[in-house]
C-alpha cells in the first residue's frame, strides 16, 4: 500500500478536530443544527489553515444521514462515498486549471439536475480567485439564486481579487493563521498516534517554521521523520534537516555586531554555510531572535507571547536583552527585513548578508534617526571604557600643544588669529549667548540634528558670520542639508530676532585640533585681555 502524507492522513474527519478556527467551525455547527445552511460561502485565509478541511467536512455534514450535533457520522453510505471521492454529490474543482467561461457554463449547466443520493449537491472551487472576469460573470446569477439543493463553497488566499458582485452573495468566513502554540500541541498528539518520539522543543520549533500553516508543520514533520527513521527525533536533527541555527549562534552574531567586530561577524557566517545552512532561513531566525529580545525589552515579562521558546532560552533571552537599546534593535530588525526581501530572489546571498552585517557595525554608513543613536551608544561605550571616542595620532592635549610651539612658523599666524568677542557683530553676540536654546528647540523638530549640533563647536569666520565647526564628515553632511540648514536659520531668527549667516567647516585633523577653534559661546561674555 502506498504512503499517504501525514497532512492528508490526519485531515480531520469532525469538527473537534479542526484547530484554531473555533469561530468558524462554531458557527457552521448551529448552522447545521438549526437547518439554516446558507447556499454560498467564501472560505478565504492563508495556506495550510483549514479551508479545504471545513468545506469537505461541511459537504459530509449536510448530506449525513445521521448527523451527531453538527459533526457528520462518518459511518454512513453518505459519509463513506464522500469521503473515498466516490460520491456525485460533491464535486470539487481547481479554478487554477479550470478558470474560463466554458468550464463555469458546464457548472451552470449541471446544477438543473438535483442529486441522485442525498440531501445536497455541493461544489467545492479552491483557488477561486484565478477565475476569469468573464468566468465569474458566467457564475453570478447561479450564486445568486441556486436551486434549493446546491450549495457553493469557494476557497481563496487572495480574496482581494474576487469581484464584490460575489462577495456580496456569498457568507464570508476568514481564517486565522494558526498560533505555534497550537500548532505544536497538534503535531504533539498526532507523533503519539504515530507511535513516534519527537522532543518538545523540536515540535515548537518546526510550529514556528510552518508560520501558521498546520499543513506545512506536517509536511515538515514528514520530511524529519523520513530523514531519521526510526530514531528519536530531537531539536538539533531538526536544525539539521532544515539547515537552520540554535540560538546560541545569534547570540554570538549579536554580541559580535554590538562590539562592531567585522572578523567575527563574517566568522560566524562562514561557519553557518559551511555547516549548511540556508543564509535566507538564517536571516529569517536572526530576525526573529532580535524580535524576540525587542518584546523582552519592551514588554518586560513577554513570556506568555513568546510561546515557541523554552524556558532555559527564555532566560538567556532576557540576559542578552539587557545589554542592548530598544533603538538599536529596531534598526537592526530594520536593515534585517530589507536583507529578507532582497536575499531571497539572490543569486549571491553571501554577499548582500555580509553587507548588510557590515553595516550593522558600521552605523555611520547610514543617516537616519536609529543610526545616529547608534553611533552615540557605541561613543558613550568607549567613553565608558577609557576608550579613545576616535582614532588619532596624538591625544588633542598634545596636538595642540605642538601647534602652539609652531606658531612662529610662516604661515600660521592668520590660522591663530582669535577674533576678540567685543569686536563681534551684536547679532553674532546674541546667536551665541542663546545657543543652547536654539539646540533645544531644534530638538523638538529634529532630534538628530540637535544631537550632532550638541557635539559641535560653535564659531565665527572672518565674515561675521556663525561657524559650526564639526570633526565628523558625516556630521557635516546632517548639517549641511537643505532642510536642516533652514531650520537652523528659521530657529536663530525667531530667537534674537535678525537673520544671521551659518556655515559648516570640516575639522581638518591633520593641522588642526578642535581645542584650537575659538567657541564664542564660552568667550561671548569674558572680557578683552591685551597683551
Not at 20 to 35: C, D, F, P, S, Y
Not at 331 to 350: C, D, N, P, T
Not at 444 to 470: C, F, M
Amino acid at each position: 500500500m502506498s504512503y499517504t502524507a501525514l497532512y492528508r492522513k490526519f485531515r480531520p474527519d469532525n469538527f473537534n478536530d479542526v484547530k484554531g478556527q473555533e469561530h468558524i467551525v462554531t458557527t457552521l455547527r448551529n448552522q447545521l443544527k438549526a437547518g439554516r445552511i446558507g447556499h454560498a460561502y467564501l472560505f478565504t485565509g492563508t495556506r495550510g489553515t483549514g479551508k479545504t478541511t471545513v468545506a469537505k467536512l461541511l459537504a459530509r455534514a449536510v448530506n449525513c444521514e445521521h448527523p451527531v450535533d453538527g459533526d457528520p457520522c462518518n459511518e454512513c453510505a453518505m459519509c463513506r462515498s464522500i469521503s473515498a471521492q466516490s460520491s456525485m454529490n460533491v464535486i470539487e474543482i481547481d479554478a487554477a486549471s479550470n478558470n474560463g467561461v466554458d468550464n463555469v457554463r458546464e457548472i451552470v449547466d449541471e446544477v438543473r439536475y438535483s442529486p441522485t443520493e442525498g440531501k445536497y449537491k455541493v461544489y467545492i472551487i479552491d483557488e477561486v480567485h484565478m477565475l476569469s472576469t468573464g468566468a465569474f460573470n458566467a457564475l453570478l446569477k447561479t450564486i445568486e439564486e441556486p436551486p434549493s439543493y446546491v450549495i457553493f463553497i469557494l476557497a481563496t488566499t487572495e480574496v482581494h481579487k474576487i469581484p464584490l458582485t460575489i462577495l456580496s452573495r456569498c457568507q464570508r468566513y476568514d481564517f486565522k493563521r494558526l498560533s505555534a502554540n497550537t500548532i505544536a500541541e497538534r503535531l504533539k498528539e498526532l507523533m503519539q498516534q504515530e507511535n513516534i518520539d519527537a522532543e518538545d522543543k523540536a515540535l515548537r520549533y518546526v510550529a514556528r517554521m510552518a508560520d501558521g500553516s498546520m499543513r506545512d508543520a506536517l509536511s515538515l514533520m514528514d520530511q524529519c521523520i523520513s530523514f531519521y527513521m526510526d530514531s528519536r527525533i530531537t531539536y538539533d536533527k531538526v536544525l539539521d534537516i532544515l539547515g537552520t541555527v540554535d540560538t546560541e549562534v545569534f547570540a554570538g552574531l549579536l554580541r559580535a555586531v554590538l562590539n562592531q567586530d567585522v572578523p567575527e561577524c563574517i566568522r560566524i557566517i562562514d561557519a553557518a554555510e559551511v555547516s549548511g545552512r540556508e543564509l535566507g532561513q538564517f536571516t529569517v531566525d536572526f530576525t526573529w531572535y532580535l524580535r524576540n529580545l525587542l518584546l523582552i525589552k519592551t514588554m518586560g515579562e513577554a513570556s506568555d507571547i513568546i510561546t515557541e521558546v523554552s524556558s532555559e532560552n527564555l532566560t538567556l533571552l532576557k540576559q542578552e536583552a539587557e545589554n542592548v537599546e530598544e533603538q538599536t534593535l529596531i534598526r537592526y530588525i530594520r536593515v534585517l527585513s530589507e536583507l529578507s526581501a532582497q536575499v531571497k530572489y539572490a543569486s549571491r546571498k553571501r554577499i548582500l548578508v555580509e553587507v548588510a552585517l557590515i553595516k550593522l557595525c558600521r552605523p555611520e554608513m547610514e543617516t537616519n534617526y536609529e543610526s545616529v543613536l547608534d553611533r552615540l551608544r557605541i561613543l558613550e561605550d568607549k567613553i565608558n571604557k577609557g576608550l579613545p571616542a576616535a582614532g588619532a595620532a596624538a591625544p588633542a592635549s598634545d596636538k595642540a600643544e605642538s601647534k602652539l610651539k609652531a606658531g612662529s612658523e610662516p604661515g600660521l599666524e592668520k590660522e591663530k588669529q582669535v577674533i576678540l568677542p567685543e569686536a563681534l557683530p551684536e547679532d553674532i553676540k546674541a546667536a551665541a549667548s542663546e545657543w543652547k536654546n536654539i539646540i533645544s528647540q531644534i530638538g523638538r523638530k529634529a532630534p538628530a540634528l540637535a544631537t550632532v549640533l550638541q557635539k559641535a563647536t560653535l564659531s565665527t569666520d572672518l565674515e561675521y558670520g556663525l561657524l559650526i565647526v564639526v570633526s565628523d564628515e558625516f556630521d557635516k553632511v546632517i548639517i549641511n542639508s537643505e532642510e536642516h540648514m533652514n531650520l537652523i536659520k528659521d530657529t536663530i531668527a525667531r530667537r534674537i530676532n535678525k537673520q544671521v549667516q551659518v556655515r559648516v567647516k570640516l575639522l581638518d585633523k591633520d593641522k588642526e585640533a578642535m581645542e584650537d577653534v575659538p567657541d564664542i559661546t564660552k568667550l561671548v561674555n569674558m572680557p578683552i585681555q591685551f597683551e
